[in-house]
């Protein structure tokens, strides 16, 4: 598949000069439940998915499918209402087609969020988890001709998240009250919830939570030159430690929005520190 990224990044930047606003370059993901913080956003252009080319649309739950443009913590941002998943049939590269995208238009930092499962014991669900780091089940973006106007054939993943933000959400956090959990995600394809198999190997490999998402958007985003920060919202935890418990993906989104608020508060200091 060609995607026209130019087309794309053409578009949104008319659309953002055209309404008076200035260019960002902090982009946010909203992951499932987690749209909240959107709605903090001042001065906000709204932008369908639909209007945008080459966007796919988002059809997971929880994810209302807008770009918005406008500022938070004093800073011009451009936020994602739901994100791609590969488990919606699209491909790989459309899944990061907005990393690009960011890229293309002077995104300098990309802010992740996702729900996730929690496969440490000792976590629970309401918590919120500072990704440290991955691991990857699902294809790799990377995979075929490299794109060498983004990056370069073999980028380094030694910090794909930043100390430097990592190092800022832990000293705002420790001003606002906010506990944080430090932890490993691992990345799997979905769209079934793991088996409790897989959630003890999770663990035992070392991730801390799972999830279906922002692996791939951070592959890209890093070789594409963008600074990553990352957040998980604890919204259910590995149904082999829980006894008679199933997931469901409506209370998933309900977890998720009972911690949006946190997040909203802590991404929001975060960014007008960064």
């Known amino acids: 598949m060609n995607i026209n990224y130019t087309e794309t990044a053409d578009f949104l930047r008319r659309q953002i000069i055209n309404s008076g606003r200035e260019l960002p370059q902090v982009a946010v993901v909203l992951g499932s439940g987690l749209g909240k913080l959107a709605d903090h956003i001042g001065n906000p252009l709204v932008i369908p998915y ?3 080319p080459n966007f796919p649309k988002s059809t997971a739950i929880g994810h209302k499918g807008n770009l918005i443009v406008g500022t938070l913590g004093g800073k011009p941002v451009l936020a994602m209402q739901g994100r791609f998943h590969y488990y919606e049939g699209y491909t790989m590269e459309q899944v990061t087609l ?21 496969v440490n014991p000792d976590y629970h669900v309401g918590d919120l988890m500072v990704i440290t780091d991955h691991i990857n089940f699902m294809p790799n973006p990377l995979v075929g ?5 983004f990056g370069p054939r073999f980028p ?5 998240y930043s100390r430097r933000l990592r190092a800022i959400a832990d000293r705002e956090a420790s001003a606002l009250g906010i506990s944080l959990r430090h932890g490993v995600y691992v990345a799997g394809t979905g769209p079934t919830y793991e088996t409790p198999a897989e959630y003890r190997m999770y663990h035992t490999i070392g991730g801390d939570v799972c999830g279906m998402s922002t692996v791939p958007e951070v592959i890209v985003a890093r070789h594409s030159g963008i600074e990553v920060f990352g957040m998980s919202v604890i919204t259910n935890q590995a149904n082999d430690l829980k006894d008679g418990a199933v997931n469901d993906g409506d209370d998933v989104v309900l977890q998720a929005d009972r911690a949006a608020d946190r997040m909203t508060t802590l991404f929001t200091r975060i960014i007008a520190n960064s």
């Not at 001709?145 to 106007?149: T, V």
């Open 50 to 52: 639909g209007d945008i």
């Open 98 to 118: 907005p990393e690009r995208v960011f890229a293309l238009i002077g995104i300098k930092i990309l802010f992740v969020s996702n729900a996730a499962g929690a």
């Open 145 to 149: 001709p490299n794109k060498d106007d």
């Open 156 to 160: 380094d993943m030694t910090e794909a």
